[in-house]
């Protein structure tokens, strides 16, 4: 078991990092961080030259390939980083210098025992693109195929385990202090990074999603994932067709090529929908630099590594939120949020409806230009604090992939209105769900289910435990052991006389090496 100093050690040189980037100013100046975590921030920039404007994606690129995947997933969370923090962590998009070639060819021939040219006709040793967990490389099979080789790179799964048993320590640590700090959850986040991280470890499980949702799209014309080279896929070795096309990134090549931009934007949205609220099952990682125009117009998507799951029920709600926020139904949206248990009990609907309506009013009537979906979730981030709403963390991935959606959108057609685009499409869904013929089958098979669980229903009925709304259960949280200071000033003194001495001998060193 790694010890406390160990921990405190890594967390003083990643502090310290991030201080020398201006990323930890917020935590400084924000009136909610708990008293001894914004002491902690201003002894890690003690003696280091802040830049005027915070650089946080490149303070968490400079600390490595497990700090791009927490900015990624802080990303999602403006209520507990901040808006400005949030936007720019949406940047990061995995770049890292290249793995030598030696080895990945190891690596390889180790996962499949063979040697490469036995798999593969020719192999680019110069990569495609070099991410934080993996790297890509243009190849063609001995069958004539040509094909993408996605390689995990060397070692990148023992450092995440590493790194993420000192997240989990930190948010531990951070939620026995209470407040502000423990309603945000920060124990959750790093428990779904690392559910998120251990799906991308394992390059088997992303070729796996990318054959589900595959299936999942046929009946979307216009959207193509890649076929898998099954032959030639291991846990840390993926095979793929290879994809020639423009990047959606490219807005003047697209254009060049004669793509109708206004389609594509309009495609890109219904795609998204339809895979977070018909089919339950998106990719979540859909940034510019993982999407392409094929020259028939199609666009296609890569990297599978993160996904999102949504049940049957809450894609209902999901829905209904949408349409209620696009037609101004503020009081459905609200009995929405009560029904599924996101507000405690003792807030009132219509309180909570008129807080919705600040948060959607401003936004019906403007300009097209002026509507986003970015604003209206951070609209909804900012109310959640005073109706006691903890985090939703099947929703986070959610959260973040609409936000892309719509600026991959509206870098292709900067007059598009999300509101418009997704209203037919979400209203048709609602009608198909909650027609005639539906609701019927719902209620039979409802009242079948209910049938079968009533022994446990009276069971809980009597011990005064609350049914479960729409939320699945959290992932379990790893046990931690806790530094056993007593009462809470102790260990924030302990924490503040360990985190000044890091500092001053990281400041001295600095110094002695310029």
Avoid: C
């Avoid at 003696?47 to 690129?61: C, I, K, L, N, S």
């Avoid at 109706?387 to 936000?403: A, G, S």
């Amino acid at each position: 078991m790694t010890s406390h100093a160990t921990h405190l050690w890594r967390l003083l040189k990643w502090g310290r990092t991030l201080a020398r980037h201006g990323a930890l100013r917020g935590i400084e100046r924000d009136p909610l961080t708990p008293a001894p975590v914004r002491r902690l921030a201003r002894i890690a920039r003690f003696g280091a030259r802040v830049p005027a404007q915070p650089r946080y994606a490149a303070a968490f690129e400079s600390i490595g390939p497990a700090a791009i995947k927490l900015g990624q997933t802080l990303a999602t969370r403006p209520d507990l980083v901040g808006e400005e923090a949030a936007r720019d962590l949406l940047r990061l998009q995995d770049a890292l210098p290249p793995v030598p070639f030696e080895s990945i060819r190891k690596q390889i021939e180790q996962s499949f025992g063979r040697p490469l040219e036995a798999l593969y006709a020719t192999f680019d040793e110069k990569p495609v693109g070099a991410a934080s967990i993996a790297q890509v490389h243009r190849a063609r099979t001995i069958e004539g195929r040509d094909v993408a080789v996605k390689v995990l790179r060397p070692g990148v799964i023992e450092q995440f385990n590493r790194d993420i048993q000192t997240y989990e320590w930190a948010a531990a640590h951070l939620e026995q202090l209470g407040g502000e700090v423990a309603r945000l959850r920060p124990r959750l986040v790093i428990a779904n990074l690392k559910r998120w991280t251990a799906r991308e470890l394992d390059l088997r499980r992303e070729a796996a999603s990318s054959s589900e949702l595959a299936e999942a799209m046929q009946a979307e014309p216009g959207y193509t994932v890649p076929t898998i080279d099954w032959d030639r896929t291991s846990g840390r070795v993926m095979t793929m067709e290879w994809i020639d096309g423009i990047k959606i990134a490219d807005r003047d090549a697209i254009v060049a090529a004669g793509h109708d931009t206004k389609a594509l934007a309009a495609r890109l949205v219904n795609a998204f929908l339809r895979q977070a609220i018909a089919e339950g099952f998106f990719h979540a990682d859909m940034h510019q630099g993982n999407l392409f125009v094929r020259a028939n117009g199609d666009i296609v998507a890569i990297d599978f590594g993160i996904m999102g799951r949504i049940d049957r029920r809450a894609r209902m709600w999901l829905a209904e939120i949408l349409y209620g926020l696009i037609t101004g139904n503020y009081r459905r949206v609200a009995e929405i949020h009560f029904e599924a248990q996101y507000v405690p009990a003792h807030h009132n609907v219509a309180e909570f409806a008129t807080a919705l309506r600040a948060v959607g009013e401003p936004m019906r009537g403007k300009p097209v230009s002026e509507l986003s979906v970015g604003g209206m979730l951070d609209g909804l981030f900012a109310i959640t604090r005073d109706f006691d709403m903890q985090t939703q963390p099947h929703l986070l991935l959610l959260q973040k992939t609409m936000v892309m959606v719509e600026g991959v959108a509206t870098a292709l057609d900067p007059d598009i209105n999300m509101w418009e685009t997704s209203g037919p499409y979400v209203k048709e869904w609602l009608r198909t769900e909650l027609g005639p013929e539906a609701k019927a089958a719902d209620t039979l098979i409802e009242n079948w289910r209910t049938l079968q669980r009533l022994p446990d229903l009276v069971r809980r009925i009597e011990e005064h435990y609350p049914a479960k709304g729409a939320a699945p259960p959290p992932p379990p949280l790893t046990e931690i052991r806790l530094i056993g200071m007593g009462s809470g000033w102790k260990y924030a003194a302990v924490a503040l006389f360990a985190a000044l001495g890091g500092a001053l001998a990281m400041a001295l060193a600095e110094r002695l090496i310029s």
